[in-house]
């Protein structure tokens, strides 16, 4: 059979978990963890969204990252964020930030609003070894900034990467890494199916977040705050209705062992310690 016309399957549906993180904000953690290898390129999904301050006034004070990227994405409400070289950046509706913590980074996420309602994803993508230790980069994306296409019904914001979306390339903002992420946001308007040609061998998730989809030619429905993560061949077939609204997150697996510790993401312990040696100095950054 032509790889083509093969359709990526269900591996595996995740429901998203309530905890809270920072200074109390209540979030669902999509993934993330332990086991992270089946995600690779990608470490951890989180999405935060309330309409109560309460949730999320206390933001994420000052903290340290190292070894990977987080990616902020906002639907709705003003977070600010501050950093160690100096950056402040405000981030609102529609709006994304691409953070390299490479060898360090110490910031600050802070929600700017006392009321009203605050939605949007943390990503964090993972860099392969020769890269952790790489400076840290920062990049404020502007919603205007993020091409969005109309393919019959369906609206797609493409934040990063490039794929052949029913036929037709929609290219996003962060193109060009290693890891070579795709990030879209898609809405749904009516009942349509999107036909997304991911490279064979990367990492394929749906995380659905409005309404309902159905992967493939399964019966599943996959429904709000559930992620599917995908087999690694085969062309991305997605149903959704009239309310559907879902993330498609795909990238090229990186296929290193993954150290995870709170904040910093290595390839050992040894490496992981060290960052905690490094932040307790004050030589992180
Ligand atoms: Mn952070």
């Known amino acids: 059979m032509n790889k083509q016309h093969k359709l990526r399957e269900l591996e595996e549906v ?3 978990q309530s905890t809270s993180d920072g200074d109390g904000v209540q979030l669902k953690r999509v993934f993330g963890g332990s086991d992270l290898a089946r995600f690779d390129p990608f470490l951890m999904l989180d999405e935060f969204g309330s309409d109560k301050a309460a ?4 933001g994420f004070p000052s903290h340290p990252h190292r070894g990977f990227e987080t990616v902020t994405y906002m639907l709705a409400g003003q977070m600010e964020h501050r950093d160690h070289m100096g950056n402040v950046g405000s981030l609102g509706p529609g709006d994304v930030q691409w953070m390299k913590a490479g060898s360090g980074v110490i910031h600050s996420e802070m929600p700017k609003q006392e009321e009203g309602k605050m939605h949007g994803f943390q990503l964090w993508v993972n860099l392969p070894a020769r890269e952790k230790m790489t ?3 920062y990049n404020d994306i502007d919603a205007n900034s993020i091409p969005s296409y109309q393919l019959n019904g369906v609206a ?3 934040i990063a990467g490039e794929l052949e979306v029913n036929g037709e390339k929609v290219s ?3 193109i060009g890494l290693s890891t070579d992420p795709s990030y879209l946001d898609v809405s749904f308007s009516s009942d349509q199916q ?3 040609n991911v490279p064979d061998g990367y990492t394929a998730l749906v995380y659905v977040y409005a309404g309902f989809a159905v992967i493939g ?4 429905q996959l429904s709000q705050g559930k992620l599917a993560r995908l087999s690694r061949d085969g062309r991305l077939l997605l149903s959704g209705g009239s309310e559907t609204k879902l993330l498609v997150i795909t990238g090229r697996p990186i296929g290193e062992p993954i150290a995870h510790r709170g904040p910093f993401v290595m390839n050992t312990m040894d490496e992981i310690h060290q960052a905690i040696r490094d932040y307790s100095d004050g030589t992180l950054v």
């Open 217 to 220: 030619d399964s019966n599943y």
């Open 156 to 158: 797609i914001k493409s």
């Open 14 to 16: 995740l429901i998203a």
């Open 55 to 58: 949730d999320y006034i206390g």
């Open 194 to 196: 999107v036909d997304i």
């Open 172 to 174: 996003g903002v962060v």
């Open 135 to 137: 400076p840290a980069s």
